[in-house]
């Protein structure tokens, strides 16, 4: 019934161009919620960038492929090249089954079995009520789109989306897409009540800073 895309496509600009294959502590940074997600039996599908718009591409494929071959699962690559995760998130579902998707970054190592499991209790609650994507939400208003679960009806929606975004030529943000959805949004103290799930790490300074062995 559930299914996860990790975005593992960004520009990762601040972070010197790559992202998901920085070490951190043993293993790559992607390979935090990757291994977590297969002890959890829940199925995922990575989007990468397309190796073919990268200047280094036989670094990419090596890398993509060494991926696959540990987890053996879908992977596939953003349809339209810089445009930003919601292109992302729309080639992430239209290879996914499942009812409810699970969208998680490449970049929040801290994330944590019991932050997922809490985000997938509320499933009932928002089949029960007619929402459409379950999305953690702090006091202040701020929210957490990149740690947030999805119908697959939504799928039509980040579809006209993403035509507004390729007319307009402009990369929109997650958010874009939350406001045209109906959501449940949840307390990020029913989530995680240190809130560190949440710490995504954006340039090397802070990837070298983190603690891996918590
Ligand atoms: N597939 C895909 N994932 C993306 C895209 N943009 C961002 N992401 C992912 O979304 C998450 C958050 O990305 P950001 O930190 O906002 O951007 P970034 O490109 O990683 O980093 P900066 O270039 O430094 O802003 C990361 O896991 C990225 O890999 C995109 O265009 N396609």
């Not at 591409?57 to 919601?86: A, C, N, R, S």
């Not at 119908?151 to 402009?170: A, D, K, P, W």
Request: glycine residues 6%; negative net charge.
């Amino acid at each position: 019934m559930i299914s996860a895309i990790i975005l593992s496509g960004g520009k990762a600009e601040r972070m010197g161009g790559e992202k998901s294959f920085r070490k951190s502590g043993n293993k790559y940074l992607i390979e935090n919620i990757a291994d977590m997600l297969i002890e959890m039996e829940i199925p995922f599908v990575t989007v990468f960038k397309n190796p073919r718009f990268m200047e280094k591409p036989e670094e990419e494929i090596e890398k993509q492929l060494y991926y696959y071959k540990k987890y053996h699962q879908t992977i596939t690559w953003d349809f339209v090249p810089g445009m930003g995760p919601l292109i992302g998130m729309l080639s992430g579902m239209l290879n996914t089954k499942s009812q409810w998707v699970f969208l998680v970054p490449c970049d929040m190592p801290f994330i944590t079995e019991e932050s997922i499991i809490n985000l997938l209790s509320f499933i009932k609650e928002a089949e029960l009520n007619g929402y459409d994507c379950i999305v953690p939400k702090h006091k202040n208003g701020f929210i957490e789109p990149l740690f947030s679960l999805y119908h697959i009806s939504s799928v039509n929606v980040l579809g006209m989306v993403v035509e507004e975004m390729l007319e307009q030529n402009r990369s929109f943000p997650i958010r874009r897409l939350i406001d045209e959805l109906n959501p449940l949004y949840v307390d990020v103290d029913k989530i995680d009540k240190t809130c560190d799930i949440f710490i995504n790490l954006n340039t090397l300074k802070e990837l070298e800073n983190a603690c891996f062995d918590r």
